[in-house]
């Protein structure tokens, strides 16, 4: 065993699957399980399969080429909009893939005749959030040049909010896609079948039963590997936000006061540290810093300690509380979205599968 290491439960992933999928059920959706926080890890993976989902999502190829490998037979989405570079890739590896460029499309429908291939296309909508889609009005025009294509199929329509502009989802904004999938339908006489109505922020419409009927698909990552939703970061009924433990070793364990004897100028980052006198404090130094995860994504477990700061390789903890904490002691920690995305990268950080 290493140290730092993150103890990832598989028996809670599943179980957390199970539980969103319980949630989704009822509504008509289904799941698509999304591994990029934990490079598609088939391990992991293969816990949301074991709880259900029968697709599973990722923004990048190389992930999406471990999760082939592991499981031939599941289709695969690619998240990130397919670079004109990765067409290839793309139609080999994804059985469908977000899009929201017409020579994209065009690439990716002459690929997949190049591959005697049908590749699956969802059309992205950009309903404010301002990051990937095409915008409402451009939709028809849009539509109308993908139909013809030949070696791909038009699938349907999807949306991704909460993400850059923070745009939470509503019935208004969903309602809307599924309104202009209806007027699409009308219009060229075709079926949409698919209308994926974003990640694990549409997820708080569920639990208040406000999901717009027609939307049959959300792609969840957060709230499975998280147990919560990301309006408001709250967990979901019945799942558990502990599937993931970060634990990290004691160096050293001694009293000190709480701010610096000198004169203060820059950090190892750039930045002139302020500190406020809390009088001599018990800090304990860790063997986990910047390098390893990114320590704002760190919250300690045991309620009596409290991070201080960090450099790229150390973590410096409160000890004031646990006067039993001593070095060689290991502490334990949650993690937000971005410290285990940080922690899942880093090649320091030894993974432990329980
Ligand atoms: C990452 C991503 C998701 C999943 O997001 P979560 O918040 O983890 O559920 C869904 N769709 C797209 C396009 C993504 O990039």
Redesign the pocket.
């Known amino acids: 065993m290493g140290l730092p290491e993150i103890i990832i439960d598989l028996n809670k992933i599943r179980q957390n699957t199970e539980t969103v999928l319980a949630l989704a059920r009822p509504f008509g959706i289904e799941v698509v399980g ?1 591994t ?2 934990f490079l598609g890890e088939p391990r992991i993976a293969g816990a949301m399969l074991a709880g259900g989902v029968r697709m599973l999502a990722d ?1 990048r190829l190389e992930n999406l080429f471990k999760l082939k490998q592991a499981f031939p037979d599941v289709p695969l989405m690619l ?2 909009l397919p670079g004109i570079s990765q067409v290839e890739e793309t139609v080999r590896l994804a059985k469908v893939s ?1 899009n929201s460029e017409i020579r994209v499309l065009e690439a990716l429908a002459a690929e997949g005749r190049n591959q005697g291939k049908v590749h699956g296309v969802i059309v992205m909508v950009d309903l404010g959030d301002l990051r990937e889609g095409v915008w409402p009005e451009d939709l028809p025009d849009f539509i109308g040049q993908v139909l013809p294509l030949e070696g791909i199929k038009l699938q349907g329509l999807g949306v ?1 909010l909460a ?1 850059y502009g923070g745009v939470v989802p509503t019935e208004a904004n969903l309602g809307r896609l599924v309104e202009l999938a209806a007027s699409l339908e009308e219009k060229f006489e075709i079926r949409l079948p698919v209308i994926s109505g974003g ?3 549409s997820l708080p419409l569920l639990l208040e039963q406000r999901m717009p009927a027609d939307v049959n698909q959300l ?5 499975i590997v998280l147990g919560r939703e ?1 309006v408001k970061r709250q967990i979901i009924p019945g799942a558990a936000g502990d599937a993931f433990t970060l634990r990290a070793e004691i160096l050293e364990a001694h009293e000190k006061p709480s701010v610096p004897i000198g004169e203060v100028g820059q950090d190892a980052f750039g930045q002139v540290p302020a500190f406020v006198d809390e009088g001599r404090r018990r800090r304990g130094i860790l063997a986990l810093g910047r390098q390893d995860v990114p320590t704002e994504g760190l919250s300690p477990r045991d309620g009596r300690l409290k991070i201080i700061g960090a450099s790229s390789d150390h973590l410096i903890v409160d000890l004031s509380g646990a006067s039993e904490l001593e070095i060689g002691s290991v502490l334990e920690f949650d993690l937000s979205y971005g410290g285990l995305l940080g922690a899942m990268t880093s090649p320091y950080v030894h993974k432990r599968y329980i």
């Open positions: 999304v990029k926080v923004s998240l990130r977000l991704n993400c990640n694990s922020a792609r969840v990552g957060e709230g990301t």
